[in-house]
């Protein structure tokens, strides 16, 4: 094939992936390439614009690491995370909805007993967490497996302290035989992403502001189940309506309660201000 040209060059792309043996790839790779043009061809795109293009990419290649997933951001804050969510996660209403996973959750984060603290040090008021875990028709859900992680007052996760492998803010725990879960962390309180890096310069250049609403990721398995992957936010946050990264839904909005000084739920009892915050999570059966 010879003298493409601005008419010809995608027929002659996809001609190309006529050998290709694996359908699913064949298809996402004709879609990618016919989008791909066609979004050149409308914005008319520029030999400066696509240098511009490449060069962004490139910066968040060269920014993203083990502890850093500027890649993920990048899906997030364009809508991408959450459309994904969505088409792949269409369940009854009375189901928990999913919401984007974020880049922060770390595999292998320790076990805790129902009860125990899982801020392990991570500074913030005190806060304890407790609800259900259910199926559609109400079925208790005992030995869920739930992992937790938030970020702390200063708005960071543990990971995006350097040089710190310690787990704070984040641990596993598994619900009772009747479903219920309770544990002590600290309070959410709205974060920025990160946004030193590519994606933080694309933003402000769009006039976009980095910030989530308070929340609290949980990601539950349970045998016969389908995975959770969700937040819960944190009501009467300011950004509840301008998440950064899209992934508010009503259903999730819950109370964080303040309370003053004195007994705690756990039968302790508390020098400072704490919180208290109940959500009950219903899963979806298995496919
Ligand atoms: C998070 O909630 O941890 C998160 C989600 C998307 C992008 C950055 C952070
Ligand atoms: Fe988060």
Redesign the pocket.
């Known amino acids: 094939m010879r003298n493409l040209n601005e008419d010809t060059i995608t027929q002659a792309v996809l001609a190309r992936h006529a050998n290709a043996t694996d359908a699913r790839l064949k298809t996402v790779m004709t879609s990618l390439v016919q989008h791909l043009h066609e979004f050149a061809r409308e914005v008319k795109l520029t030999e400066e614009e696509w240098v511009a293009g490449i060069e962004f990419l490139t910066a968040v290649g060269h920014i993203t690491d083990d502890k850093r997933q500027e890649f993920i951001l990048l899906s997030d804050t364009l809508g991408l995370s959450t459309l994904v969510t969505a088409m792949n996660h269409r369940k009854p209403d009375a189901c928990t909805e999913a919401t984007v996973f974020?880049p922060?959750f770390v595999e292998g984060a320790p076990g805790y007993e129902l009860g125990d603290d899982i801020a392990n040090g991570a500074k913030g008021d005190p806060c304890f967490v407790r609800g259900t875990v259910r199926g559609v028709d109400g079925t208790p859900i005992g030995g869920a497996v739930m992992e937790v992680w938030q970020?702390d007052a200063e708005g960071f996760y543990d990971v995006q302290y350097a040089g710190d492998e310690a787990h704070r803010g984040r641990g596993r725990i598994i619900s009772a035989p009747d479903g219920s879960f309770h544990f002590r962390s600290i309070l959410a309180e709205a974060y920025p992403i990160p946004h030193d890096g590519p994606v933080g310069r694309m933003l402000s250049a769009l006039g976009r502001h980095p910030w989530?609403p308070a929340?609290l990721?949980f990601m539950i398995k349970a045998e016969g189940y389908e995975t959770l992957v969700t937040?819960v936010f944190r009501d009467g946050d300011q950004y509840l309506d301008s998440d950064a990264v899209f992934g508010v839904r009503s259903s999730l909005i819950a109370q964080w309660v303040r309370h003053e000084p004195g007994p705690t739920p756990d039968g302790g009892a508390s020098s400072q201000p704490f919180y208290t915050l109940d959500f009950d999570f219903v899963l979806n059966p298995a496919a």
């Open positions: 974020g922060f970020a989530r929340h990721h937040h």
